[in-house]
């Protein structure tokens, strides 16, 4: 079945240290979405790709960085995890932007320590 | 520009029918649901565009009034499976095509 898979699923990292969560997708969606969902909030969004072209928040700190080095895959990069970066991570991919349905990955849940 | 959902959470007996608001100080081009159980990934339920139409399949279904910038969400004859937090989305008219997410309404449907 065509999916969007998120791994690991549980990853629990030390204060600052480097930690990079792996995202793929088979619908081959031009779009590729990384959202931060802290328990009982809303997703937030951090970036996403369409295609190649690389769309950062404005509010999204520094220490988060993403690669997309094909359509399929897509990573994260947590430079230096601090406490507050505890919460789970879900990748989603569309279509295209906007008024296109979000299809979302399991999500991983990363625990800093 | 966060939506505003409301109410933030409510409980239903089985069979009972609920009603959950979405609103946006800002014009609308669409406005998306998705539901999330606890521990997995938002699942989409549907996408209204700008033009005042509504939507549903089984026995949920949304509405979207453009000019009040607001979305609901209805779910008729609730069943246990319909439990969730329910978000909803909104891409903002002559944005950048971003969806943004509500903090969710909270549903818990009880036998």
């Known amino acids: 079945d065509a999916m969007v898979i998120q791994n690991p699923r549980y990853q629990v990292t030390q204060f600052g240290k480097p930690v990079t969560l792996s995202c793929s997708q088979t619908?081959?969606?031009?779009?590729m979405y990384w959202y931060q969902q802290k328990s009982s909030q809303a997703p937030k969004l951090l970036f996403h790709?369409?295609?190649?072209?690389?769309?950062n928040e404005a509010d999204t700190p520094d220490n988060f960085q993403s690669r997309r080095p094909n359509t399929s895959f897509c990573f994260l990069d947590i430079r230096s995890p601090g406490l507050g970066d505890a919460a789970m991570y879900l990748c989603?991919?569309?279509?295209?932007?906007?008024?296109?349905?979000?299809?979302f990955g399991p999500g991983t849940r990363l625990t800093v320590t | 520009q966060q939506p505003v959902q409301s109410p933030q959470a409510v409980i239903l007996r089985e069979g009972e029918d609920a009603v959950i608001n979405c609103s946006s100080s800002?014009?609308?081009?669409?406005v998306h649901w998705y539901r999330q159980k606890h521990g997995e990934a938002p699942v989409f339920l549907m996408i209204?565009?700008?033009?005042?139409e509504q939507k549903g399949h089984d026995k949920i279904s949304a509405s979207f009034n453009e000019k009040k910038q607001q979305s609901s969400l209805y779910l008729t004859a609730s069943q246990l499976s319909y439990s969730g937090t329910y978000f909803c989305?909104?891409?903002?008219?002559?944005?950048?095509?971003?969806?943004?997410f509500g903090i969710g309404t909270k549903l818990q449907v009880i036998p």
């Open positions: 619908l081959n969606h031009n779009v």
């Open positions: 209204l565009l700008k033009g005042g």
């Open positions: 989305g909104t891409e903002v008219s002559g944005g950048y095509q971003k969806v943004t």
């Open positions: 989603a991919t569309s279509r295209g932007r906007g008024s296109y349905e979000q299809y």
């Open positions: 790709y369409y295609d190649k072209d690389f769309n």
């Open positions: 800002k014009a609308l081009y669409s």
